[in-house]
């Protein structure tokens, strides 16, 4: 194995981290989402991000069973947090989308995000925050190559 800057590494993985904890706890404040799992809450996030979600890729995007979808997509309609409707064009098939309300409060949480965001853009020259942007698309690139080869 190449040996690899380990206080990047550190950086990287702890930037991961806090950035988990932090959503899960904006989600959970004040029992907003009446104390839902890491779990759930990525549920929200792959419906609220992937237009035309549908149970399947859900399954297929965790590699879990599509019964076990099935029960966890039931309990976020069941919350209210996930709207469930037929496709326009094949009534067999189930699309899921978030509520507004669950649209509305990641808006609130992307806050802190739009702070940092700012401060990077004051900090930095356009040069750097295209390097930067460049290292977070090598990242991302590395995570959906790694959810593949499994």
Same mark, same amino acid.
């Given at each position: 194995?190449?040996?690899?800057?380990?206080?990047?590494?550190?950086?990287?993985?702890?930037?991961?981290?806090?950035?988990?904890?932090?959503?899960? @706890?904006?989600?959970?404040?004040?029992?907003?989402?009446?104390?839902?799992?890491?779990?759930?809450?990525?549920?929200? /996030?792959?419906?609220?991000?992937?237009?035309?979600?549908?149970?399947?890729?859900?399954?297929?995007?965790?590699?879990?069973?599509?019964?076990?979808?099935?029960?966890?997509?039931?309990?976020?309609?069941?919350?209210?947090?996930?709207?469930?409707?037929?496709?326009?064009?094949?009534? @067999?098939?189930?699309?899921? @989308?978030?509520?507004?309300?669950?649209?509305?409060?990641?808006?609130?949480?992307?806050?802190?995000?739009?702070?940092?965001?700012?401060?990077?853009?004051?900090?930095?020259?356009?040069?750097?925050?295209?390097?930067?942007?460049?290292?977070?698309?090598?990242?991302?690139?590395?995570? @959906?190559?790694?959810?593949? /080869?499994?």
């Amino acid at each position: 194995m190449e040996l690899i800057n380990l206080k990047l590494f550190q950086e990287i993985d702890s930037f991961y981290y806090k950035l988990a904890l932090k959503n899960l @706890r904006a989600m959970n404040k004040d029992n907003l989402y009446k104390n839902l799992s890491y779990n759930s809450l990525l549920y929200l /996030e792959i419906i609220l991000y992937n237009k035309n979600c549908t149970p399947s890729f859900l399954a297929d995007t965790l590699h879990v069973a599509r019964s076990a979808v099935t029960v966890k997509v039931n309990e976020l309609v069941a919350k209210g947090l996930v709207i469930k409707s037929n496709s326009p064009t094949d009534k @067999r098939v189930i699309h899921l @989308r978030v509520s507004p309300e669950v649209i509305d409060d990641y808006k609130e949480i992307d806050k802190t995000l739009i702070k940092a965001t700012r401060e990077i853009e004051r900090n930095f020259s356009d040069s750097e925050v295209e390097l930067f942007i460049q290292f977070l698309q090598i990242i991302s690139k590395h995570y @959906r190559v790694a959810e593949h /080869e499994k």
